[in-house]
């Protein structure tokens, strides 16, 4: 997806250096037509899906790591819908309680509280633990190499 989305946008819009030759020219810098050929016919947002896709894809799926995943998943989705060039959303009757979730979502994201809650506080394997797994046992005594 992120191969597909990388084909249809521009990529100097992207990255802003469209906007920046505008701006160095003392011109304003056009928004961009809309699209729905090639991926953007089958899905809105290639890079945001790509992202979620690679989050869900890959690594363990600890305790920590499920609320991480779920709340940067509800970023994502939640920063797809109420973009901020989003007027129609952001100002329609029936959205109130899209908006109340986005707005609690950015709360809990800058909240000192939740960040430092989800901070781990004891590593998932201790020292000791690694010490010991690591130690010689009688069973299995570890020998030097032999010298001559």
């Known amino acids: 997806m992120f191969y597909a989305g990388a084909q249809v946008y521009d990529m ?5 250096l469209n906007q920046w030759r505008s701006f160095r020219k003392h011109k304003e810098s056009g ?3 809309f699209h729905s050929d090639a991926i953007l016919a089958h899905v809105r947002h ?3 899906s790509g992202g979620v896709a690679l989050l869900w894809g890959f690594g363990s799926c600890t305790d920590v ?3 991480t995943r779920i709340i ?3 970023y994502i989705i939640l920063g797809t819908i109420l973009a901020p060039e989003n007027q129609m959303l952001r100002n329609c009757v029936t959205c109130d309680g899209l908006n109340d979730a986005a707005k609690l979502t950015r709360e809990l994201i800058r909240n000192e509280d939740v960040r430092k809650s989800l901070i ?3 590593p998932a394997i201790s020292l000791d633990t690694v010490k010991e797994y690591l130690a010689p046992t009688e069973e299995s005594p570890v020998q030097s190499p032999k010298t001559n």
């Open 12 to 16: 100097g819009y992207f990255l802003g």
């Open 31 to 33: 928004s961009l037509p």
């Open 46 to 48: 290639p890079w945001y």
């Open 65 to 67: 790591y499920l609320l």
């Open 72 to 74: 940067l998943t509800t």
């Open 120 to 122: 781990q506080q004891t």
